[in-house]
């Protein structure tokens, strides 16, 4: 039973217990009162009667008008006149008075009044005996009054007593509802944090649990820290900062061969000319500024995620990844403007940066791509200038002419509806955690892939439009089909919007049985608003049953101190930490960290991007919880 109920049944009960003790001694009072008044008035009139019949002659018919005349004038229920034997010589009695009391009453009150007693004389000898007993059942209308006013105002007062008692349970009620509520968020390893309420007993459990979440958050964000300054000290270069030549090219590897908006963007390639002679002429420590600085300057173009995919590709070499970057025109003076901080930095020395610009796609591949990347920087060294940058336009054809045409076609694909790909992502023992399944949308034709539409899809602001088409996609495929779970990617634009979180909330809430079948997923990249908008989203669908997972997480790794309130079922680690982690024992320690961590917040682990059987044994070995990628297959 709930605390609640026991403090209505308690007040309850003490309401009653001072109604019916109030009530049982008012009425025991007023009889006890009754009867003595009542015993005296019978004494009193009894002996008043006999001395007035002991001064009259001994007539009968004398004796009985007087007896009669005072059995008239007042309420008696009887006047027997006994000679002194005991013979009755004149009686009078009146019928019981019952009015409207109830029979239980009148049983249960039960007036005991003994008969007035007192003695007729005739001279100095003893005529008889009066006997009057005076007419109390109005006692008991009386008194049955009495009860129902008392009952009356009880009723009032009990009426005023339970509004009060309301709000005084609804003040503890509010706070002790927060209190149960933050200990299942605890129990279900969401740590959130409540005001502390003014009951002395409840503010002690708050605090207890409030220092226990932020230990918790504090916890969290130390051992991440601490996590990313390992993933640093083993991928990064020491010098500049720069990731290592091996993670870039995994990273490049692992963009070129995903489907999403990512895989598409710019490459910029920097060579730092003449390298040993501007050592010799700085000095060792000059020239490493230089080229941190360079890197700095660099990673400053890159303004949509956390951490720019910068690396070193050898001494002199440097490689900068751009996704969704498309417009190498607008790169370009943000990109000269950086080449000359950097030269300007020493301007002593006659610092050359040759600089190569090369767009990349969807399913291109590394060689190709590095080798124009060559071919763009000897042309670039060739030139006399000091920031020389060398353009590489490759084209790719596009499905449409103008932006009208994307728009009009995007539209009526979405409006049309979307198909879902199934990507398994299964445990160490085989079976099917749940299903990804991107969106394809038909475009000229055919069903193109996410890659392709998505960065025309983010530019036009029909993010939310697409995830609510996916969503009722993945609603019809459960319906038919609803063993499955099925993982579908929101966007940070849809999160963001409050109209698109309302109908999505309607939405599901008239299929909730499919509703806990469903796994959202959103990308690492996660500012301070978005990570309060995904709370919000969390908190309107979780009574659904629905799961909420972090997609893509690399850097991004940092951030899950912020999201230990949210309640996350899964994370995604990125593919450029999975791939080839047979052989890394750099990237398994990384790996091994972050499963542990996430492990104890009750999250689960999940690797993307795994291209072969030695990279899933690997991964398992390490204690990831799940897998997804081409090298993942239904046995």
Partial sequence: MSLIKQLWLAIIALLLLSFVGSLAISITSSRDYIEQEVRIKNEDNATTLALSMSQLDKDLVILELLISAQFDTGYYRSITLRDAEGEVLVERRAGEYSG????????????????????????????????????????????????????????????????????????????????????????????????????????????????????????????SQKLDELRRHLQHDRVTGALNRDVLMGKLASLLGSDDARATGLMVMVRVQSLESLNDQLGHQATDQVLSTLVTELAALETSADEAMIGRLNGSDFLLMLPLEEQPD????????????????????????????????????????????????????????????????????SLFGNHTDWRNALTAAIAQGPQLAYFPVVDAQNRVLHYECPARLELANAWQTAGLFIPWVTRFALEPALDIAVIKKALAQ????????????????????????????????????????????????????????????????????????????????????????????YLKVDSSLIRGIHTSNEQQTIVRGMATLCHSLGIQVIAEGVTSSEELESLFRTGVDGATGPGVRLS
């Fill in 330 to 397: 607008a790169l370009l003076p943000r990109l000269q403007q950086a080449l000359e901080k950097v030269a300007f930095s020493a301007p002593e020395a006659n610092i050359r940066l040759a600089t190569a610009v090369v767009a990349y796609h969807s399913n291109d591949e590394r060689g190709p791509l590095l080798a124009t990347l060559d071919d763009a920087l000897a042309e670039a060294e060739s030139d006399s200038s000091t920031t020389n940058i060398a353009l590489r336009q490759r084209e790719q054809g």
């Fill in 100 to 223: 409207d009391v109830p029979a239980w009453f009148r049983s249960l009150v039960q007036f005991d009044v003994p008969t007035g007693n007192a003695t007729i004389q005739d001279g100095w000898r003893q005529f008889g005996t009066l006997e009057l007993e005076s007419q109390h059942s109005y006692a008991y209308a009386s008194l049955w009054r009495s009860m129902l006013e008392l009952a009356g105002w009880f009723l009032l007062a009990g009426a005023i007593s339970l509004a009060i008692a309301t709000v005084m349970v609804r003040g503890i009620k509010h706070p002790l509802v927060r209190v149960v509520a933050q200990a299942k968020d605890i129990s279900a390893r969401r740590f959130t944090t409540i005001q502390e309420p003014r009951t002395l007993e409840l503010r002690e459990v708050a605090q207890a649990m409030n220092v226990l979440s932020a230990n918790v958050r504090q916890m969290l964000s130390q051992e």
């Fill in 478 to 569: 459960l319906d038919v089909n609803p063993d499955q779970c099925i993982g579908i990617n929101l966007s940070i634009a849809s999160i963001n919007n409050a109209q698109f979180v309302n109908e999505l909330r309607l939405l599901l809430e008239k299929q909730p049985a499919l509703a806990s079948k469903l796994c959202f997923e959103v990308p690492a990249t996660l500012t301070p608003h978005t990570i309060g908008s995904l709370r919000g989203l969390c908190s309107a669908l979780r009574p659904l049953g629905c799961q909420f997972g972090i997609e893509h997480v690399g850097a991004e790794f940092t951030k899950l101190a912020d999201l230990h309130d949210v309640g996350l079922a």
